[in-house]
């Protein structure tokens, strides 16, 4: 499939649980505006949406352009989206969205076509077509951040299920005996190896009394341990941060052995803020995956860095876009 965009630019929205990335896509898909503010999502919904305006209102000053120049409003959303319905349906990492009609609300102020997709699934879309997953047909895209996504490319398309929802890779069970996750579930793939668990389970550690520059680096204040954070330490050999980096990866590398063993992919893409750590958190997963899966699928994958960084989310956005306007 060959990546075209429409002829008007696209505005894209990457809202995440942390940040919300807005950015106006150009007709060759290149990022020509961009506005970061951060989600604060523990406030309302209605407070969010409020800052999305706020940055689309600001990118279009930027560029002294009207809504009407655009082809259309693309949002990429974290949570479980219904795409056909426009709807953000529920989001762990968005507390309080249950059934907002997002991309109506941004379609009634701004008179645009507006789109609304999974972040990560929008990722997948972005690396197939224009990063490490160019000209692969079966890919799993993964984020590892704040918490994990996924996105399935199946010859060539992106595979949304019946309801538009499928690629929820960080919400199936790895520990039916394992904490709680924000989703209500126990023992999801997200509690045991995102970012957040990273950062938890260094601070439970060094509250109960072990040992680690971790301390040091935050001045004494735990709670502002980060997954980065863990990340570095365990870079410079602090054994504690090697510990929490290799039983997250651990986990990772099995979550990446249901997915070879399902989909027989030819190339699981690791994004996210995690994936920053390179082969210390890729390398112990890849041996995961090649002593548990099928040793024919796992032969068959290639698990590598994603290419396309902070971006990835609105140019898959713009994709999207792009492929909706086609149809």
């Known amino acids: 499939m060959v990546f075209r965009m429409q002829e008007l630019p696209v505005l894209a929205i990457d809202l995440g649980g942390t940040k919300i990335i807005t950015a106006i896509i150009s007709n060759s898909g290149q990022v020509v505006a961009k506005d970061y503010q951060f989600t604060l999502a523990d406030e309302r919904p209605q407070s969010v949406i409020e800052r999305i305006f706020s940055a689309i209102d600001h990118l279009l000053s930027l560029r002294n352009m009207k809504s009407s120049q655009l082809a259309g409003i693309s949002i990429a959303a974290a949570g479980a989206i219904n795409s056909d319905k426009g709807l ?163 986990y990772l590398g099995v979550g990446m052995v249901n997915l070879v063993n399902i989909f027989n992919p030819e190339m699981i893409i690791v994004g996210g803020g995690m994936s920053n750590m390179g082969d210390l958190l890729l390398n112990p997963a890849r041996q995961v995956v090649k002593e548990r899966a099928f040793q024919l699928s796992a032969q068959a994958v290639r698990i590598v860095p994603a290419q396309l960084g902070e971006d990835v989310g609105v140019l898959g956005a713009a994709i999207f876009a792009a492929e909706q306007g086609a149809d």
């Open 88 to 250: 953000i349906t529920s989001s762990p990492n968005l507390p309080g969205w249950h059934d907002v009609p997002l991309r109506d609300i941004i379609k009634e102020k701004y008179r645009v076509n507006t789109f609304l997709i999974n972040d990560a699934s929008a990722a997948a879309l972005g690396e197939h077509q224009l990063g490490a997953g160019r000209g692969v047909s079966n890919l799993i895209y993964l984020t590892v951040s704040t918490g994990i996504g996924g996105g399935i490319i199946i010859n060539d398309k992106l595979y949304s299920g019946q309801s538009g929802s499928a690629g929820e890779i960080g919400h199936m069970t790895l520990d039916v005996n394992g904490p709680r996750c924000n989703c209500g579930n126990i023992g999801c793939f997200e509690v045991l190896a995102s970012g957040t668990a990273v950062a938890e389970e260094a601070i439970r550690r060094i509250g109960q009394g072990e040992r680690s520059s971790l301390a040091e680096m935050v001045a004494g204040k735990i709670e502002d341990i980060t997954a980065e954070k863990v990340g570095a330490a365990a870079q410079e050999g602090d054994s504690l941060a090697l510990e929490v980096v290799s039983k997250a990866a651990t």
